[in-house]
């Protein structure tokens, strides 16, 4: 059955270094978003792609984050410098298209933790 | 920002009850999803319900959905202690520019006791 995969699974890296997550969608899927979900919250949306585009970024922290998906399939999410308040999970999800009514299918994330 | 809002927060049961959750939602919407999440896992897709439907059934679920009070209902029913999870609303509108935004809520911890 086709997945969505991210890696790492579980990173932990000290303040001011920089980490990078990365996400392989579904085949097919123009749909790639990245989310992020405090533990005991539900996930908020960081940045959305359409295909290789950013159709929205408004929430991703811009001095510090940055995404990117070069060909319009994998995806990288860098965070540099981290700091402590970044801990969190790091969720990847695709759907075939950004047209509204289509399920998300997420990755099992990965987990930060930020020393 | 977070659209829905579940109620309650926690919610736990002896295996065979029903469980109902709420989600409140602000402004609208074209679709409603709802997931579930194990602990330390992704989400995982339950049921979609569109704007122009009020109720929808999936196996064991059964969700609601009430446009005029921006609201929506999951029941799940004859509970098993592998219904421990998570369960989250997602709204999903069209904020402009042609993309749709998946949103979620806070969640609603379910416990379901064997």
């Known amino acids: 059955e086709a997945e969505v995969a991210q890696s790492p699974r579980y990173k932990i890296t000290e303040k001011s270094q920089a980490v990078a997550f990365w996400c392989d969608p579904i085949s097919g899927h123009a749909t790639l978003y990245w989310y992020r979900q405090i533990l005991g919250q539900g996930p908020e949306l960081l940045v959305q792609?359409?295909?290789?585009?950013?159709?929205?970024d408004s929430q991703l922290p811009k001095d510090r984050f940055s995404a990117e998906r070069l060909k319009g399939v994998d995806s990288t999410l860098k965070i540099q410098p981290a700091e402590l308040g970044d801990s969190a999970m790091y969720l990847c999800?695709?759907?075939?298209?950004?047209?509204?009514?289509?399920?998300?299918?997420f990755g099992q994330g990965t987990r930060l933790t930020v020393v | 920002s977070q659209q829905g809002e579940e109620d309650p927060q926690a919610l736990s049961i002896q295996e065979g009850e029903n469980a109902t959750m709420n989600c409140s939602y602000k402004?609208?919407?074209?679709?409603l999803q709802w997931y579930r999440q194990n602990s330390g896992r992704g989400l995982v897709h339950l049921i979609l319900?569109?704007?122009?439907?009020r109720e929808k059934h999936s196996g064991r679920l059964r969700v609601t959905l009430d446009t005029s009070k921006k609201s929506s209902s999951l029941l799940i029913t004859a509970s098993r202690a592998a219904d421990t999870a998570s369960y989250f609303c997602a709204t999903d509108a069209n904020p402009g520019a042609g993309s749709y935004q998946l949103t979620f809520g806070k969640g609603t911890k379910l416990s379901v006791i064997p």
């Open positions: 792609f359409q295909d290789e585009s950013v159709v929205d």
């Open positions: 319900i569109r704007s122009n439907e």
């Open positions: 402004t609208s919407i074209n679709n």
């Open positions: 999800a695709s759907s075939l298209s950004g047209t509204g009514g289509i399920e998300a299918f």
